[in-house]
């Protein structure tokens, strides 16, 4: 009886060291996740056979290796963790801390009840309370559009569409920022034309 009792605690203490090294990548500091995609820069170039000041690597890892940034790959993982939690396949610990906005009282003819999001629990400190995995977690999910919030979807059709969602958003923000430069390039070259003809 002794060892099972040791047995489980022990579990939980493993539970709470992988929650908080996860809840240490939420929303960390630019410096460390920056360390991190050095890391897997390099990881890249060995896979790739790329040399260190080659052109071109985001492309690769995104087009050819389908990896994901560090930053996405958190946020992929959280939005996974947090399906697991609303599907009764995460630990309870975990799962204890989401609650959908349609089981409060009082939320029930709420918009966001009928959407399949979660309450995001208020916080003090703005540096480490919204990365407790009970905010990082619900901001996350809630984040997500209302097709990749459908508890019809089964894990491994979630897991392919938030990748393919995650991709979609790193190519229109390159787009837009491309059209950004274009812009600015095209305002700048006019300016240079008509201060000439002053």
């Known amino acids: 009886m002794k060892c099972k009792s040791r047995k489980q605690k022990g579990g939980r203490k493993d539970g709470i060291k992988q929650e ?3 809840r240490a990548s939420i929303e960390s500091p630019r410096v460390i996740t920056d360390m991190l995609q050095r890391v897997m820069n390099s990881a890249a170039r060995v896979v790739t056979d790329t040399r260190k000041y ?7 890892m995104h087009d050819e290796l389908h ?6 790959q958190v946020r992929f993982k959280l939005a996974v963790l947090m399906y697991r939690c ?3 396949t995460a630990p309870p610990y975990l799962a204890d801390s989401c609650t ?3 089981e409060v009282t009082g939320r ?3 918009r966001s009840a009928t959407q399949q999001k979660l309450v995001i629990p208020r916080y003090r400190l703005n540096s480490f309370g919204r990365r407790r995995f009970s905010v990082a977690g619900p901001s996350t999910w809630n984040s997500l559009p209302d097709s990749l ?3 019809e979807l089964s894990l491994d059709t979630f897991k ?6 995650i991709f979609c958003e790193i190519l229109m923000t390159k787009c837009i920022k491309r059209i950004r430069d274009l812009f600015e390039y095209v305002l700048y070259k006019f300016t240079l034309y008509f201060t000439s003809l002053w």
């Open 67 to 72: 990896w994901l940034d560090v930053t996405n």
């Open 54 to 60: 080659d052109s071109g690597l985001s492309r690769l």
């Open 160 to 165: 392919r569409q938030l990748k393919t969602y």
């Open 100 to 102: 959908l906005t349609a």
């Open 108 to 110: 029930q003819h709420l």
């Open 20 to 22: 908080s090294k996860k």
């Open 86 to 88: 609303l599907h009764g």
């Open 149 to 151: 919030r459908d508890p």
